[in-house]
């Protein structure tokens, strides 16, 4: 085993007898906060991780812990022994509940192992005991792909050893269901933002939007420049991807102003210039948390997302279908900036070829970016940038419905040579009846 590779989204249960290293492991290969310990949980609710007289009450923390966390959409490693069929059953159904990847992995490590390694712990576990989880350990490994689990791995003592292992977080891949609200770019426009989402039907608390139906708001890049109120536009979006009721990708303006933070030598043109008099309009300690804040969610961020089991991918920039899967340098710069030739216009645009027009693949692309007037399908892709800053529209793709909800924007924020307004209507809707996926 070299590769362990799991999508963004799961929910990854260790399972092994005590002294297998399965915390060694969580330490080495995740952040500390990525995983839920039923020993910490112990020591959290009775101040020792050796009494065991509380474990009821700690695996009542660990599952509610966990609970927490996939309802927030992070990625979690559930770090306890694991070794009877109903405590792998109840983790299997907390991640069904919230749509995650449940990937089972078995330490299956040798009883003398566990014995010397216990030999050395605080909390030992007397010979008998071990040798009984051994015992559960040899059935779990014959039952446990008949589970019902997305992966069961197995993990041996060589492989433990092994400098090659890796793990894999896949963030582009996102196996919650949905249903999903892809928002084109927000330049800022962040009264016409507020105004969509209620339209969509989210209901505003806290400080961000939730929808009742438990709808997921995805935004494909390009929160900030151009538009009155780019730092709103970006807290909003955070706030929501934080509560777990939005999905965020970057997008080119997004990069731009990740290295205007990080002190780069960047041109202050095509908006930026707006959303840098924002920021220094804010006081000193305001302006650092902008900073921070906004760079944890560009670097947090995958280069696009897949969703609906690969049915559908988000990209800012779009995507050709022999990238899927993929993340290296040229995806990302795909990813970010479309198509591009190299080439300058007269008016300093790049020059991008029409990749949507030789897309073949089987997924939906939605992607933003390039302002068009109008959101039409083009080969199974729609462009769902409909140049709010500009004076068009703030849209919203409803999916798997392939609504469009429009807002017209209040007012033309910013002015760019060769955009034309020539929009008609406020909301189109397109349904599954009328669009044909194999011919669009």
Not at 222 to 227: A, E, M
Not at 236 to 263: F, Q, T, W
Not at 265 to 291: C, H, Q, S, W, Y
Not at 295 to 321: C, F, M, N, Q, T
Request: with cysteine; glycine share 8%; net charge positive.
């Amino acid at each position: 085993m070299a590769v362990v590779s799991l999508p963004g989204t799961t929910l990854l249960v260790l399972c092994g007898t005590p002294g297998c290293g399965k915390s060694t492991f969580a330490t080495r290969y995740f952040r500390e906060t990525m995983t839920v310990s039923s020993d910490r949980c112990r020591l959290l609710v009775s101040d020792s991780e050796t009494n065991m007289a509380a474990s009821r009450e700690a695996f009542k923390l660990f599952r509610f812990t966990i609970e927490r966390r996939l309802s927030l959409s992070r990625f979690t490693v559930a770090d306890s022994t694991a070794l009877t069929r109903r405590a792998r059953s109840e983790l299997l159904r907390i991640g069904r509940k919230y749509g995650f990847n449940v990937t089972l992995l078995i330490f299956n490590i040798p009883e003398e192992v566990c014995l010397d390694r216990n030999a050395g712990r605080e909390r030992r576990v007397i010979r008998q005991g071990i040798a009984r989880m051994q015992k559960m350990l040899r059935h779990t490994l014959q039952v446990a792909h008949s589970e019902g689990f997305d992966q069961v791995r197995v993990l041996s003592q060589e492989d433990m050893y092994n400098p090659a292992l890796k793990i894999e977080i896949r963030s582009h891949e996102v196996t919650v269901p949905g249903p999903f609200d892809i928002i084109g770019d927000i330049h800022g426009c962040f009264n016409e933002l507020n105004m969509l989402l209620d339209k969509l039907g989210y209901r505003k608390r806290s400080g961000y939007y939730t929808h009742p139906n438990g709808r997921k708001a995805v935004f494909p890049g390009d929160l900030t420049d151009r538009g009155p109120h780019s730092l709103d536009s970006f807290w909003l979006v955070k706030a929501m991807v934080d509560s777990g009721n939005a999905l965020y990708i970057p997008g080119n303006h997004c990069r731009k102003l990740s290295r205007y933070l990080e002190g780069r030598n960047v041109k202050l043109a095509n908006g930026l210039e707006k959303t840098v008099a924002e920021i220094e309009a804010l006081p000193a300690d305001e302006r650092e948390f902008f900073k921070e804040e906004f760079l944890k969610l560009y670097y947090g961020a995958p280069p696009y997302l897949i969703l609906d089991k690969g049915r559908l991918v988000v990209s800012h920039g779009g995507i050709k279908e022999d990238m899927i899967g993929k993340v290296s340098e040229r995806v990302r710069n795909f990813c970010f900036f479309g198509d591009t030739t190299g080439e300058t216009t007269a008016d300093g645009l790049p020059v991008r070829r029409d990749w949507a027009k030789d897309y073949r693949g089987d997924a939906l692309i939605v992607y933003g970016h390039t302002p068009v007037s109008k959101a039409i399908f083009v080969n199974n892709t729609i462009d769902i940038d409909q140049g709010c800053a500009m004076g068009g529209k703030l849209t919203a793709l409803s999916y798997p419905e392939l609504s469009l909800t429009q807002v017209p924007a209040q007012a033309a924020y910013y002015e760019r040579a060769g955009f034309r307004n020539d929009f008609s209507g406020t909301t189109n809707n397109i349904s599954t009846s009328t669009v044909n996926f194999s011919n669009c």
